[in-house]
């Protein structure tokens, strides 16, 4: 246990907090079980991702469902959240990095809207704060929606008759509820869904203390001991398995050089400014990981296993065998949950053409 | 019924056979009941789109589902059948033309995929002899996949592993059963499983005689008096409502100048360089037509009752008051079947990164 927190501290650049589940040692007398272990880094996900600030209504998350699956308020009409989020791959494209409005390749790999909302921030630099900013944000995206104003956006969205009753219900007693802030906090609402339990939490929530049994295989139970003595739960902690804090990507070496990455992304600190945050980047949580191919925020490597290896090398220093980045693959694989019933099953959205160009909600004239 | 056939046969240019549902007038006495007229021209959805050739088995749509929803086998991992076909959208996609791989415009509409498999042709030019030669040609589409040949689509497939035993349990006893032929198959038999019954196939499968009380509505009954007396049902006739022959757009006037087209569509002439065919296109099924706008081959009708009454003018020489073109909508209206919960809901696909060049099967080595 102190080896693992020591490699954790001198690991060090830990700039963001840690989710949820605070590192406690005191209470650990001998070799723990692994399930308590576990349960120090690691933590089961909620039932959903609700806040007092931004409450999942049933009201908001059927609109903000709909809309997430729209392509129709992006500047070319193909663009939907749905677009580089599919269910059909857990929430990602299967891409290095995604294509937006008129094949517009984006910067960085698009991470899966699974359980996103449970990430202390939005995006790969943390740029967005919220999964509600992330989706307000990205109606002008250049590389996303491509919309050249909030104003353009919202004149798409009217123009499908069908979504003013539903704004108005999602938001009673707002005059003029279809607002670029309204769009965020319906898929926002959405979102806050998206939880995907597995079987690694049926393992973390057992009563009997021991885990529960079958929930993990031997190679998973493995892999799980040795997730925790390499030290990758030090980042990849709390019920996201990360997504709660910022980290070097290339604490021991460079990652341009291990990955065959052909460009030296500066991360957070072309946000910043400041030469300190170079190569810092969001945590990414693992849920689902087995599913997200391919990975980093350059979707520079194809498979799990040479993730791992090349993960363990670049910020713990640790040469894994195959055998290890096999078995912390395996581990990796009991974080994949179900897809959720109201992400698999596509909306009925209301019905109406795409809006070329100017605004269109006036009927043509007798042509 | 005398009126209207005459004008079925004055409109002439009947160029294809009309589905399913001869028009037997032998057996009319007298002004016969809306639902036994409306039987000698429409018909009921079959329960599925099966045939001798083109069975539909539980494995071959289940493995034609998956790749209908599979972006990862186009020159840009962006297109799928599914990026112009959206559940959502009734298996459209809202646009006038839709964007395939690297944002390349489709010369014409993208039609529904509900019932698409009942037509006598594929495609607006009929240059698609069905399903599986449509999904089949879609992979080498400039503007739909873009593949540059059927080697490297299929090494796409083959790249993710989980398709193959998916691809031997569907075509048994083949040897490599990765084949465009295949592709063609799987999706085909997935397609010919999207039959979507609405209130109409109630009213039409009625056995009282008197059709199904309250399947319609008034209006909608009014609208189906006219939808016949107008002459529409000529060519929008048999089980699809449509689709089952060709004619030419624009037989009483120019449709460009009509519908305020930019562009002179050749329509079938390009297929069969012959002058006679010019403007022709195939008569699209008008199921579900209340929830696909835009409508017709460019897209360049936003609404419904624009879309009747610029019909009625161009192809039978009638002019539509508001009502009438109202009335007539509103019997479309209930053509509207639901969305299949095998087309609603997004299969989960098997794991794995796009193959962005050359086929890549091979463990990277380790870099």
């Not at 693992?4 to 605070?22: D, H, M, N, V, Y």
């Not at 399930?35 to 806040?51: M, N, S, W, Y």
């Not at 939005?122 to 909030?150: I, M, T, Y």
Request: aromatic share 8%.
């Amino acid at each position: 246990m102190m080896a693992r927190f020591e490699r954790f501290l001198s690991a060090g650049l830990i700039l963001g907090t840690i989710a949820s589940a605070p590192i406690a040692i005191a209470g650990a007398a001998g070799e723990p079980a692994l399930l308590q272990e576990a349960r120090q880094v690691l933590a089961p996900l909620p039932h959903d991702f609700g806040t007092p600030e931004f409450p999942v209504t049933a009201e908001r998350a059927d609109l903000g469902r709909k809309l997430f699956f729209d392509p129709r308020f992006s500047s070319d009409g193909t663009a939907s959240c749905s677009r580089c989020h599919l269910p059909g791959l857990y929430g990602t494209d299967g891409l290095a990095k995604p294509h937006g409005n008129h094949d517009k390749l984006n910067p960085r790999n698009a991470p899966t809207i699974l359980n996103a909302a449970l990430q202390f921030k939005a995006h790969w630099r943390g740029d967005r704060e919220n999964v509600e900013d992330q989706a307000k944000q990205s109606l002008l995206g250049a590389a996303s929606f491509g919309n050249p104003d909030f104003a353009t956006a919202m004149a798409r969205i009217k123009a499908v008759p069908g979504y003013l009753p539903l704004f108005q219900k999602a938001f009673p007693g707002e005059a003029d509820p279809v607002t670029p802030e309204n769009w965020g906090k319906a898929i926002g609402a959405y979102e806050r869904t998206l939880a995907t339990p597995s079987r690694f939490d049926d393992f973390l929530n057992d009563k009997t203390g021991n885990g529960k049994a079958g929930a993990l295989t031997a190679a998973e139970e493995r892999g799980l001991r040795k997730f925790i003595d390499t030290g990758c739960a030090t980042c990849h902690s709390g019920p996201g398995i990360g997504g709660g804090s910022f980290q070097k990507f290339g604490i021991t070496a460079d990652y341009w050089t291990e990955t065959g990455s052909d460009a030296h992304d500066q991360g957070r600190a072309d946000i910043t400014h400041d030469p300190k945050d170079a190569y810092i980047f969001k945590v990414p949580s693992l849920r689902n990981v087995a599913m997200t191919a391919p990975y980093f925020h350059d979707g520079s490597v194809r498979t799990l296993p040479e993730a791992v290896r090349i993960m363990a090398k670049l910020e713990l220093g640790a040469t894994l065998s195959d055998e290890d980045a096999g078995d912390i693959a395996a581990f990796l694989g009991c974080l994949t949950g179900s897809v959720p019933a109201n992400f698999a099953e596509a909306p009925i959205l209301p019905p109406g053409a795409f809006t070329q160009d100017a605004p269109n909600t006036v009927e043509p004239s007798k042509r």
